[in-house]
């Protein structure tokens, strides 16, 4: 369903001229955040020195409060990218179309997490908001599955975790803040319409 609705955003996207496409980052892998130290050290980047180290700190507590091995992202691939869906080119924005699954009490202590001051392109209460209303249903979502790193019936966790590392790392890695539209109903269409005038004011050239 989330490829469905993804693909659907963008196609009512490019109906208003904003063209949102795959894309994947050397700094977003299967290491998580392990892999998000090792690039920002090969850039030797001092811009964003600070940013990375607060999102680093930030996302290890989150990793370890959601039970994750840590030495299973040590063992991961750092060749093994993840892949995003809608990016906006020209501005390298990252838009997340969260459908139910990405509500859960995973997601929500991991949002309590977050600094105050974090940069987030989304309302960061909102998302709480529908994380304690929908969580007691959406927990379940993929819970009888295993995940890397968190064990069987860690799926929630980790994707929990991942939501985490793409809001976190892309900041301080010098990207505008990822822009995140919740669409617990699975209407990637629906979603854009309700976000449309904001969106073409950003992003329609």
């Known amino acids: 369903m989330a490829a469905d609705a993804h693909a659907a955003f963008a196609e009512a996207a490019a109906q208003d001229g904003i063209v949102l496409a795959p894309e994947t980052y050397d700094w977003l892998c299967e290491q998580g955040h392990v892999g998000l130290e090792r690039v920002a050290k090969a850039r030797r ?23 994750g091995d840590v030495s299973v992202l040590d063992a991961s691939r750092e060749n093994l990218l993840l892949p995003l869906d809608l990016v906006h080119a020209p501005t390298g924005t990252i838009l997340e179309v969260d459908g139910a699954a990405h509500f859960t009490s995973f997601r929500l202590a991991a949002l309590h997490r977050y600094d105050a001051d974090a940069a987030l392109g989304f309302d960061r209460e909102g998302y709480a908001a529908l994380c304690r209303e929908l969580g007691p249903r959406t927990d379940r979502l993929g819970g009888g599955l295993p995940a890397k790193g968190f064990g069987f019936g860690g799926q929630p966790r980790e994707r929990a975790y991942r939501d985490a590392l793409i809001d976190l790392a892309t900041p301080a890695m010098g990207q505008p803040p990822v822009v995140r539209i919740a669409a617990p109903d699975g209407d990637g269409a629906a979603a854009y319409g309700r976000h449309r005038a904001v969106l073409v004011e950003r992003f329609a050239t």
């Open 45 to 67: 980047d001092p811009t964003i020195v600070q940013p990375v180290i607060a999102a680093l700190a930030t996302l290890t507590r989150i990793y370890a409060d959601l039970g």
